[in-house]
T-cell receptor, first 113, second 113 residues
Framework: GENVEQHPSTLSVQEGDSAVIKCTYSDSASNYFPWYKQELGKGPQLIIDIRSNVGEKKDQRIAVTLNKTAKHFSLHITETQPEDSAVYFCAADGGTSYGKLTFGQGTILTVHP | DAGITQSPRHKVTETGTPVTLRCHQTENHRYMYWYRQDPGHGLRLIHYSYGVKDTDKGEVSDGYSVSRSKTEDFLLTLESATSSQTSVYFC????????????FGSGTQLSVL
């Protein structure tokens, strides 16, 4: 089955800096790579996703890049704000259908004012 | 959280007792999932459903069973709870159209003593 590794496990940045979180996956059949943000006491919320036929996708201050050859994808957050502080999870679908996602271990992002 | 209600939000139980967690959705989505979240493991799929009375196992299904008698309800049962099942349980739904965008509930914190 699919295996997703996520790094770093914790990331501390100053407000206004950029943050980058990286994930690698094992199954070349994976086609869908979402990123979720989880705030304390809440469920994960989808913030951006990318499919295997696209190399990069942006949505305001966040972007995701995908390198299928190397089997890794990354989340980039620019101009970080304190409200970006949360746990971020990457995931991959392993080529399966219907939401059977394999998640990374999570990254605790702290943005200091 | 996208019309998803999990109950109870918190539960403390003793080893060996049966426990049922409920997920109720108002979105009329076809696909429903149960994930567990543990430190260092991200989220792991327990069971999922692709329609009424249609369910299948996920990555960590041992010790769990599910039922879905109505579109809106998906039940997760621990027949005889063990301490290793202490976790936060999340229900998720998907409309299955390209199907992977999951929307999560707020979670149930379960402690097995």
């Amino acid at each position: 089955g699919e295996n997703v590794e996520q790094h770093p496990s914790t990331l501390s940045v100053q407000e206004g800096d950029s943050a980058v979180i990286k994930c690698t996956y094992s199954d070349s059949a994976s086609n869908y790579f979402p990123w979720y943000k989880q705030e304390l006491g809440k469920g994960p919320q989808l913030i951006i996703d990318i499919r295997s036929n696209v190399g990069e996708k942006k949505d305001q201050r966040i972007a995701v890049t995908l390198n299928k050859t190397a089997k890794h994808f990354s989340l980039h957050i620019t101009e970080t704000q304190p409200e970006d502080s949360a746990v971020y999870f990457c995931a991959a679908d392993g080529g399966t259908s219907y939401g059977k996602l394999t998640f990374g271990q999570g990254t605790i992002l702290t943005v200091h004012p | 959280d996208a019309g998803i209600t999990q109950s109870p939000r918190h539960k403390v139980t003793e080893t060996g007792t049966p426990v049922t967690l409920r997920c109720h959705q108002t979105e009329n989505h076809r696909y429903m999932y149960w994930y567990r979240q543990d430190p260092g493991h991200g989220l792991r799929l327990i069971h999922y459903s692709y329609g009424v009375k249609d369910t299948d196992k996920g990555e960590v299904s041992d010790g769990y069973s599910v039922s879905r008698s109505k579109t809106e309800d998906f039940l997760l049962t621990l027949e005889s709870a063990t301490s290793s099942q202490t976790s936060v349980y999340f229900c998720a739904i998907s409309d299955g159209q390209g199907g992977e965008k999951l929307f999560f509930g707020s979670g149930t914190q379960l402690s097995v003593l």
